[in-house]
């Protein structure tokens, strides 16, 4: 199809291609051509392109109850937030409509934790590179370098730190901090590993601090890294999560989970006219049935080695660098600025990949993502690799 896009507000910079429909790990144009997508709307769909089982639950749901306002309760909303306690060892729930919501309401939900338990603690300390959302909060959270300056003032009380430097995070907990939140691995900033060994040394800090720790896992949830929650890797559970993306295998749906202790929002704290609707969280329920089935996560690791070993192997033959990530969220270090000539070479050859810095590639592919279709992207990116080096 032929389509003029002025009435669109520039954003970002998009190719002419006007995708109609998708399947699996595949999406076709207005032309009929169609590409092997290894974004999947920045690890959105989980489980593909329009997956029968969430086609099914949105038009069963639909047909029954969308929405009846946040002012009530409704059963998919119900057994959504139990099946995540169940899931997460997390004790409540708060729905929104995406990860930025999800970010926004822990922001929320730990400086008001902090004004009851920490003597009006609402300082939460977050990491250099991190991305937490685009509100003006979640941005003032995060430490993108290209926002430095962008929508001033920005929201305070969100001191940084270097990612795996444990000694600054301590000097930057101090009598006003009520949290301390960061990625597990930082996606936007290239698919950054928090580490492991950091990762629990930060926990024993918080505890021993008396602060919150916040996971965002709006990309790494969901099975994303081999396991339901990142957090699983690694032996211990957060005092809040925050869930997106995958959560809803496509459909804006996001979460804020907590423990009970820390759960201290009244009626009228927080809220939003579309935030837990039974259409969204029916197909939640979907999504995390499907994902939590047997063997579904032990084979998003099998693949995600699968991928992880041909990646090193291109990168061997190219003289780039290493291989970094967990499961099916990887990244591809060039080495050099080739990224984004990557990305476009790619299109062109209909394989959709994304370059979150000028000097790497990240790779998101459905958790449903066949070897084959892996075999595929490697054979396209080979010879393209070979051109750019």
């Known amino acids: 199809m032929d389509a003029s896009f002025d009435a669109l507000m520039t954003i970002t910079s998009r190719p002419a291609t006007v995708f109609v429909r998708g399947e699996g790990s595949w999406l076709f144009d207005g032309h009929g051509r169609r590409y092997l997508d290894f974004v999947q709307g920045w690890a959105v769909n989980c489980l593909g392109h329009c997956p029968l089982v969430l086609a099914r639950a949105l038009c069963e749901q639909a047909a029954t109850l969308i929405n009846c306002s946040p002012a009530f309760y409704n059963a998919p909303m119900v057994r959504l937030a139990e099946a995540l306690k169940a899931a997460s060892g997390l004790d409540r729930s708060f729905f929104a409509n995406s990860g930025a919501e999800a970010n926004e309401g822990a922001i929320k939900l730990a400086r008001k934790w902090g004004a009851l338990h920490r003597g009006g603690a609402h300082e939460i300390v977050t990491f250099e590179q991190g991305f937490h959302g685009r509100t003006l909060a979640t941005m003032s959270a995060s430490g993108k370098a290209a926002w430095k300056g962008l929508f001033e003032p920005k929201v305070p009380g969100f001191p940084k730190v270097p990612l795996g430097d444990l000694a600054a995070v301590e000097a930057a907990i101090g009598p006003d901090t009520a949290a301390v939140m960061l990625e597990p691995i930082q996606g936007e900033a290239g698919v950054i590993p928090a580490g492991d060994g950091f990762l629990k040394e930060l926990r024993a800090l918080t505890q021993a601090k008396g602060v919150l720790l916040i996971l965002d896992e709006i990309q790494t949830g969901m099975g994303r890294t081999g396991r339901l929650f990142h957090y699983q890797h690694l032996g211990f559970t957060p005092d809040i999560l925050t869930l997106g993306k995958g959560l809803g295998g496509g459909v ?60 090193a192997a291109l990168s061997r033959r190219h003289g780039f660098g290493g291989v970094r990530g967990r499961g099916l969220l990887l990244a591809l270090d060039l080495g050099r600025p080739v990224g984004p000539a990557l990305v476009e070479a790619a299109l062109a050859e209909g394989l959709l990949i994304n370059a979150p810095r000028p000097e790497c590639l990240r790779f998101m592919p459905a958790l449903t993502v066949s070897r084959e279709e892996v075999d595929s992207l490697l054979a396209t990116l080979d010879p393209l690799c070979g051109a750019v080096a």
């Open 252 to 311: 804006p749906l996001s979460a804020l989970l907590a423990r009970e202790d820390v759960c201290c929002f009244e009626p009228g704290d927080q809220g939003g006219t579309f935030n837990g609707n039974p259409l969204m969280t029916a197909a939640g329920l979907a999504v995390l049935e499907a994902v939590t089935a047997p063997g579904f996560l032990e084979r998003v690791t099998a693949t995600g080695a699968y991928l992880a070993e041909g990646l």
